[in-house]
């Protein structure tokens, strides 16, 4: 096809079997999308594709994602917010009628198959990546996780557990939880069973927390190693969760302990130490 279509953020080139996207990296532009660059989607990873109006005089045209074809998706499991879609395209709504002409040329290639896809068709983002959590500093090299402990921020349970290299091929998948949402986390999934805990006393998973963790570095981090995971060989599948007991008085003491210290010493601020302090107080 080789037409384009410029949006607010994006432009779509589409040819006869993928949609190039192209995100801009103006500064209203979402962080995703500037981390992302561009994005190559084979017309076999879409399912369908929606034209809707949208809000104060746009349209959004959007790709339907096939399910279990795009590392970045499986690995959101649906939490991105709609302005973070990286197959929402947002266009003034006076392009309506070029819309409309794009989304029929698209339908038009699409195959009927909407089953879920059995690999990984959209490429994920390249290693070697990186970002901070509020606990430790994650890396991935392509072929093993490892997980440095932040003393500021991790649990004794992960002190204690010293620093992880987990490769690939011993994990089972991913499991992503927003950095935007209360609960937010990466955890990586083992083939052998570890035990159940929370994500901030597992030594196979760092918490995120405010300014830590962003969605943009964490995201494509996950996405990365899920797709590595896959590619290692076929998924076993995670244990099945167990409630977890509530956690032990005597290491939220301790923390507190070592979160009045930091206090008292000058590295953390009179507001960060009622944040985290209230947070420890709370968990009991």
């Known amino acids: 096809m080789g037409d384009v279509l410029a949006g607010f953020h994006a432009a779509w080139e589409f040819e006869s079997d993928s949609v190039l996207i192209r995100f801009e990296r103006g500064i209203r532009t979402p962080k995703l999308f500037q981390a992302l660059g561009e994005r190559r989607i084979p017309l076999e990873a879409i399912t369908g594709v929606t034209l809707s109006p949208g809000k104060r005089g746009t349209i959004v045209l959007r790709a339907l994602p096939r399910p279990g074809a795009d ?15 990286p197959y929402r395209l947002v266009l003034p709504a006076d392009r309506q009628p070029f819309a409309e002409t794009y989304a029929d040329k698209l339908r038009s290639l699409l195959t009927e198959d909407t089953a879920p896809a059995e690999r990984f068709l ?10 901070k959590a509020y606990d430790g500093k994650a890396s991935f090299n392509g072929k093993a996780v490892s997980f440095r402990w932040f003393w500021t921020g991790a649990s004794s349970a992960k002190w204690k557990a010293g620093d992880q290299i987990f490769p690939v091929t011993g994990l089972s998948g991913v499991e992503w939880r927003s950095p935007e949402a209360i609960e937010g986390h990466l955890r990586l ?3 052998e069973p570890a035990g159940a805990a929370q994500p901030d006393q597992d030594p196979a998973a760092v918490v995120f927390g405010r300014g830590y963790g962003p969605v943009h570095e964490s995201l494509p981090f996950a996405a990365a190693v899920l797709a590595a995971v896959r590619c290692a060989g076929p998924a076993v599948p ?6 977890t007991a509530r956690r032990d008085p005597a290491d939220i003491a301790e923390r507190i302990r070592h979160l009045g210290e930091l206090h008292k010493a ?6 960060e130490f009622s944040t985290k302090k209230a947070e420890l107080l709370a968990e009991l």
């Open 189 to 191: 999934l083992r083939r």
């Open 122 to 131: 959209v490429p994920p983002p390249e290693a070697p990546l990186q970002f």
């Open 266 to 271: 000058g590295l953390v601020t009179d507001e």
């Open 71 to 85: 590392p970045l998706m499986e690995a959101a499991a649906g939490q991105l917010k709609e302005t973070c879609d």
């Open 238 to 243: 995670a244990p099945a969760a167990v409630p």
